[in-house]
């Protein structure tokens, strides 16, 4: 499975933003990291299905993970967007085959990872 991101770019405190995920085969689940500028990895969001979604505290009412399963996409809705928020966004999904759940929690257990773009939220 390849994974392809896009929706990367800058914006305004207050701002929002969507980032995609397009997979190019049917996943277990798929989950979204971020990694700030010299901190570690973070569990944004993750989704199994759309009644088996989970948050990390610090975007809880502010992002909406969801897929379109048609299309094999993952989506990351953004708003109210922080400057804390800047960071590298990855994509990472697990294949049924491997029976591996998807964590926001490390160890970050993924079969497939996606390089990353870009998020820049400015004050």
């Known amino acids: 499975v390849q994974l392809v991101e896009s929706g990367g770019d800058s914006v305004q405190a207050g701002g929002s933003l969507r980032l995609s995920c397009a997979a190019s085969?049917?996943?277990?689940?798929m989950t979204w990291f971020r990694q700030a500028p010299g901190k570690e990895r973070e569990g944004v969001a993750t989704i199994v299905s759309d009644t088996l979604r989970t948050y990390a505290d610090f975007v809880k009412g502010r992002f909406t993970i969801y897929k379109d399963n048609a299309e094999n996409t993952l989506y990351l809705q953004m708003n109210s967007l922080k400057p804390e928020d800047t960071g590298m966004y990855y994509c990472?999904?697990?294949?049924?085959?491997?029976?591996?759940?998807?964590?926001?929690?490390?160890?970050?257990?993924?079969?497939?990872w996606r390089q990353g773009t870009k998020i820049t939220v400015s004050s």
């Open positions: 085969g049917y996943t277990r689940c």
């Open positions: 990472a999904a697990n294949h049924w085959r491997t029976g591996r759940t998807c964590s926001l929690n490390p160890p970050y257990e993924y079969d497939y």
